[in-house]
């Protein structure tokens, strides 16, 4: 399920991520997960209200029929909060 991201700032919200990769051909074809990349280089895959709907989505993954590449890519997902990616917006000037 899809939620428009600027709606789920303003309330906070959870977002589900998944780290940078890239395909590595060294006579066969790997993916290499950069699980310690700096959380705003991650995609988001989902956005969710609550921290344990979006564990849930985390979990959901596990089942979700992936090419082979994907898996290391959907095992290593995680939440953050919202805020941690797209910083509140300080208030308008007047």
């Known amino acids: 399920m899809r939620h428009d991201t600027r709606a789920v700032i303003l309330l906070g919200g959870w977002l589900l991520m998944l780290p940078p990769s890239e395909k590595v051909v060294d006579g066969r074809i790997s993916v290499k997960v950069e699980k310690d990349a700096p959380i705003p280089r991650w995609s988001?895959?989902?956005v969710y209200e609550t921290a344990r709907e979006c564990q849930a989505g985390v979990a959901s993954l596990a089942t979700t029929k992936a090419p082979d590449g994907l898996i290391p890519v959907f095992a290593a997902a995680r939440?953050?909060?919202?805020?941690s990616v797209y910083p509140p917006r300080p208030p308008a000037q007047k």
């Open 44 to 46: 988001q895959e989902s």
């Open 79 to 83: 939440c953050v909060p919202a805020e």
